[in-house]
């Protein structure tokens, strides 16, 4: 029976990385994969973290599974990040948060709620998107259709053409929406165009799924959730699919939270059942550790403190990498306006390379971006920039 199954695509962004990984070139670079380097271009465990650690370690009493869930105070912390400390949702109970494995986990969860629970059969996502999302609402059942996003020509949100086609979006459809640093596109809508999509989304009904796995790359924690709370101020309904992989840097610990807004807390409990049942029957209850760390470093005022300092340190850091990056372009005397790159907020920047461009920086200079042309900037360092830059120079010309 196996030898008729056949050979499936490797993943465009993590085969890059096999490729990478494959280069014999010394002074090769891997701008592919979404993981933040510090200046040393290592992924360092955050200091916050490694206290937390250390915590845990002497205070952990059992590896007894956890419920379906996961551990008991973690909702609690993550819906004060998502709403805010003194947020009414929060007051009136109206919200319920599974401990997800990963934002991908929650993805999955919140798609499995909307198919088999609310019957939804169709989700739109931005053009472009994160690469897995079609692959993630696909394989829960989900149709996707695409609504208008970036405009290539001006490098910007093409705003106009985003709300015309999300007109065809019908009421009980769900509208993926990025909460922060768009990823791919690094061109988040500003707080008047999510105010105008937040009506737009009451108006006609949609079922908004709020992905979040950049709080706080982009401006600051608060800051950062203005999307989303915008949204929540219109609808009685939401869910959203948070990631812990890139703010707390525990990417392998599969850290993430599904949670979904009821009009009611009694609704709120109904609902949240069936989400239980659903993980139950996909893998059962979570793994314990990431989300062990998350709820000590949210429930201990020092450790919050210093982990909002280096997540603020993370985010500086790639905004330097911006400029920087900009300022070598000119400097090598490289044709064109690339402010825009500054403008853009997260780990991504959507440089406009060319799929020719690109392969053209791998062969002749060992430089890995996504064939989209998408940069991970949190990839760029001090040490790195001249050769990238000589590189993007010698293909643009
Ligand atoms: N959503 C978006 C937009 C992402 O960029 C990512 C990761 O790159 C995820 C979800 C998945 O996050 P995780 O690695 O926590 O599953």
Redesign the pocket.
Known sequence: MFESVPQAKADPILGLTEAYNADPRANKINLGV?VYKDEAGTTPILASVKQAEALLLDTEKTKSYLGIQGVPEYGAHVQKLLFGADSAIIADNRARTAQA???????RIAADFAVRNLGRKTIWVSNP??A??AAVFGAAGLTVEQYAYYNPATSDLDFDAMVESLKAAKAGDLVLL?GCC??PTGIDPTAEQWQVLAEMSAAAGWLPLF?F??QGFATGIEEDAQGLRTFLANHGELLI?S????NFGL?NE???AFTLVAPSAAVADTAFSQVKVNIRAMYSNPPAHGAKVVSTILGNDDLYAQWVAEVTEMRVRIHQMRDLFVETLADKGVDGDFSFIQRQNGMFSFSGLNPAQVGKLKDDHGIYIVGSGRISVAGMTKANMDALCTGVADVLK
Do not use: I, M, Q, V
């Not at 494995?101 to 993805?107: K, Y």
């Open positions: 979404g494995p990963g934002g991908t986990g929650a993805l998107t994160w897995n999302h990025h768009h990823n992905d796995a950049y699919a990631s812990f992989s890139k990417y599969r850290t993430g």
